[in-house]
């Protein structure tokens, strides 16, 4: 019998910190477009227990993972490898730690203490309270991404590509009790969550969904997983160009949105079972490095401030060759979910369901290593691959053949069934 437990809190910050996901943010933000939300589940089985901790963050920063989760998992009495932190990936959300350059994230000190504290709440209120739960998958799509990048004679540019197909796979995990009624879903879909760059706190698309499927069923409280997206994002265009949206458009994109899951969730989806099954691997992932400790040393004097915060950060880590990935594989019933601290591309997902039908591939998960882009993307260039090193403190670019080694990874978890 599955058991689950929910709990939710808000956690817009007392006092206006700096919002994390774009540069150009220099202060602290303008105002409250609406609440931010930590929602948690608490499930078990009766030979396994795990903890999702869904937040409309960006990510959650690895230095804050690696902190909170050891004293949390004694706390509640399990593993820290059976706490999964996962995040929508909102650009209008503070940040949670240092470890990144400061121009892409920064973190206040009472916020996150301030955090720690509504999950630590919010944990204990999910076990206090288990219900038995059925679960019911339902399988659709949503047509409102689109794959970003295009090659043009300048290279590969962050622009809307409608000739290669994006990723429009709309799956909920639907959490019944025993008189019928919805306790919570569980939303996956791959497409970022950075409709708005205005310098206001919001949920986006994901958290406000999340608002209005709670308010549609009393009682229930659901969480959003974010998918390969990558190099993918919201179809918000104008002309040949992504365009920000103001916060009324945020609202309207996130009300279609939901009404598309709200339609699917209408359709009396299929029984999956209720066992739950964990397991987890780590794989070193290699850096290719163009440059000398000498070099990243005079880079510390650059006139380029993203440049001189990322020679700080990876002569901190003595430019360490790689970054680690760790990915985690959870199945609930006949679901197969794979979990990982990182951005990963549609490729990624599209190769774990050639290994389990139907499987979901999920990023930001217990921290944050960077862009997974596939061989192909790597060699051809771009922000994904090579722009966004800089700001995620790489010291170096990721080897082409990290796609066989993630491919591998996720094989393991496979064969470990």
């Given at each position: 019998m599955?058991?689950?437990?929910t ?6 910050p ?11 943010r ?5 105002g409250?477009?609406e ?13 396994t ?6 937040a ?12 909170i989760?050891?004293a949390l ?5 399990v593993q ?17 730690g240092?470890?990144?350059t400061?121009?892409?994230?920064s ?7 301030f ?11 999910a076990?206090a ?21 295009l ?14 197909p994006a ?9 019944y ?8 879903v569980?939303?996956h ?18 958290g ?9 069923h ?7 997983l974010?998918g390969?997206?990558?190099d993918?994002?919201p179809?918000?265009?104008l ?11 945020v ?5 279609d949105?939901?009404g ?8 009396g989806g ?7 099954r964990?397991?987890?691997?780590s794989?070193?992932?290699k850096l290719?490095?163009?440059?000398t400790r000498?070099?990243a ?15 700080e950060k990876?002569?901190?880590?003595s430019l360490?060759p790689y ?10 019933g ?6 990982l601290n990182?951005?990963?591309?549609q ?16 990023g930001?998960t217990n ?18 691959p090579q722009?966004?090193a ?8 990721y080897s ?16 470990s069934?």
């Open positions: 599955l058991m689950l437990g709990a939710k809190r808000c956690i817009t007392r006092i206006p910190v700096r919002l994390c996901g774009y540069a150009v220099k202060g602290v933000y303008d409250v477009r609440d931010i939300f930590l929602r948690v589940y608490a499930l078990q089985d009766g030979k227990a795990l903890f999702l901790f869904y409309d963050l960006i990510w959650w920063n690895s230095d804050f993972i690696a902190k989760r050891p998992a004694e706390s509640l009495g820290p490898e059976s706490l999964l932190f996962v995040a929508s990936h909102n650009h209008s959300g503070p940040g949670t240092n470890n990144l400061a121009l892409l994230e973190a206040d000190e009472a916020y996150t203490e955090l720690s504290g509504q999950i630590r709440e919010a944990a204990e209120e076990q309270h288990p219900e038995p739960v059925a679960v019911r998958r339902f399988d659709g799509q949503c047509c409102m991404n689109v794959y970003r990048r090659r043009t004679p300048e290279g590969i540019q962050m622009m809307p590509n409608y000739g290669i990723d429009r796979t709309l799956t909920a995990l639907g959490f009790r025993t008189d019928g009624s919805l306790k919570g569980l939303l879909y791959p497409c970022h969550a950075n409709l708005s760059n205005e310098n206001y706190i919001q949920p986006d698309y994901p406000m969904a999340l608002r209005m499927l709670d308010e549609a009393p009682g229930s409280v659901s969480l959003f974010q390969c997206t990558g993918l994002r179809n918000s265009v002309g040949s160009r992504f365009t920000p949206c103001d916060f009324s458009h609202a309207q994109f996130a009300k949105f939901y598309v899951c709200q339609t699917l969730l209408e359709r299929r029984e999956t079972g209720t066992s739950l964990i397991s987890h691997t794989v070193r992932l290719n490095q163009t440059f000498r070099q040393e005079k880079a510390l004097e650059s006139p380029d401030e993203a440049v001189r915060q990322w020679a990876v002569l901190a880590k360490r970054e680690t990935l760790y990915m985690t594989r959870l199945d609930i006949s679901t197969a979910f794979y979990f990182a951005e990963a591309v490729s990624y997902a599209a190769f774990a369901r050639t290994l389990h039908k139907g499987a979901l591939t999920v930001y921290g944050m290593i960077g862009y997974l882009a596939s061989a192909p993307q790597i060699a051809a260039g771009g922000y994904e722009g966004s800089r700001y995620f403190a790489l010291a170096g670019t082409p053949e990290i796609e066989h080694d993630i491919c591998a990874a996720m094989s393991s978890l496979g064969e069934r």
